[in-house]
């Protein structure tokens, strides 16, 4: 073999290129011209944006599953959030509901106290207000049981009104309480007056939660429809002119000697909470003088015994 044919070039361990400094220097001044001349100029562009388009469905298609599953999270959420606020806006709409009411309550029962309290200085008697507890429990009666009693100073036989008109009558008297008669009860009675031909007669009760009727009227007499029936005053009972009926139907009859007439009593009784107890008016009248006279000589005898 001849000298010629070996190879004389170095091998690949001994081959000697470009220091790693020198490399390190030459691609950071590429990197840096290839930035600057980017930004500069735009030059990869153009090919980020093909990029970018080629590689968008493939974005989408790995982010799927993810933005599903995002989606269901937060629709899940979304009913737990609308659930806990539909059952809070029924809580607090149903709180507001018994407020509403309750505030209407209290409006109705301001305004019925506010009558009463305007009522009270034309009463020429002594008046104390009080409050129905409640009915009593007899059905073949009409009757209510109110907060004010004989330590209270209610009498036996007071007339109990609201701001519409005449009630009843106490009839029973405890130390704490008082019954009231009312005057749809079968055995109730009260003297009124046609406020619009001034006839006096008297108004029963007929047991019925809501009538009345006058008796005894002959059929000839002038009463209508829609008469107002007044206290008379004439029973040392009731003040006068006070509202205790109303005329709703007159029937005559050719073979009766007398008229059938119904009443409705102004103050409904079903619905009234707070009355006025009225003294009877018999008890603030001075005495009659027959029984004053009859007195004087009882006194005398007494005298001249007392000098025997």
């Known amino acids: 073999m001849s000298l010629g044919s070996f190879d004389r070039t170095p091998p690949p361990f001994f081959r000697q290129g470009m220091s790693a400094l020198t490399k390190l220097l030459v691609f950071a001044a590429l990197a840096v011209f290839l930035m600057v001349a980017d930004t500069r100029f735009k030059i990869t562009y153009p090919l980020r944006a093909a990029l970018a388009t080629a590689l968008h469905p493939v974005q989408?298609?790995?982010?799927?599953?993810?933005?599903?599953?995002?989606?269901?999270?937060?629709?899940?959420?979304?009913?737990?959030?609308?659930?806990?606020?539909?059952?809070?806006?029924?809580?607090?709409?149903?709180?507001?509901?018994?407020?509403?009411?309750?505030?209407?309550?209290?409006?109705?029962?301001?305004?019925?106290?506010?009558?009463?309290?305007?009522?009270?200085?034309?009463?020429?008697?002594?008046?104390?207000?009080?409050?129905?507890?409640?009915?009593?429990?007899?059905?073949?009666?009409?009757?209510?049981?109110?907060?004010?009693?004989?330590?209270?100073?209610?009498?036996?036989?007071?007339?109990?009104?609201?701001?519409?008109?005449?009630?009843?009558?106490?009839?029973?008297?405890?130390?704490?309480?008082?019954?009231?008669?009312?005057?749809?009860?079968?055995?109730?009675?009260?003297?009124?007056?046609?406020?619009?031909?001034?006839?006096?007669?008297?108004?029963?009760?007929?047991?019925?939660s809501s009538g009345m009727e006058l008796r005894y009227m002959a059929g000839n007499a002038d009463v209508q429809k829609d008469d107002l029936l007044t206290t008379s005053g004439v029973d040392g009972v009731y003040p006068a002119g006070l509202p205790v009926a109303r005329v709703v139907a007159v029937e005559r009859r050719a073979e009766s000697g007398f008229a059938q007439i119904s009443l409705a009593p102004v103050a409904a009784s079903d619905s009234v909470r707070h009355v006025l107890v009225l003294d009877p008016v018999g008890l603030q009248l001075p005495a009659r003088p027959a029984a004053t006279a009859a007195s004087e000589p009882a006194r005398g005898a007494v005298r001249k015994g007392g000098h025997k």
């Open 60 to 208: 989408r298609l790995l982010l799927a599953p993810v933005e599903s599953w995002e989606s269901m999270v937060d629709y899940w959420h979304s009913m737990q959030a609308a659930t806990k606020a539909d059952d809070q806006s029924r809580r607090l709409l149903a709180a507001q509901s018994a407020q509403v009411l309750r505030v209407a309550q209290l409006q109705e029962e301001n305004t019925r106290l506010r009558a009463l309290l305007e009522l009270r200085p034309s009463l020429q008697v002594k008046v104390a207000a009080a409050e129905v507890l409640y009915d009593t429990p007899d059905p073949f009666s009409r009757k209510v049981v109110i907060d004010r009693g004989a330590a209270q100073g209610v009498k036996a036989g007071s007339p109990v009104i609201n701001e519409v008109g005449v009630l009843g009558q106490v009839t029973r008297v405890y130390p704490l309480s008082s019954e009231v008669t009312l005057l749809t009860d079968k055995d109730a009675a009260v003297p009124v007056l046609n406020n619009r031909t001034q006839h006096r007669s008297a108004a029963f009760g007929n047991g019925d």
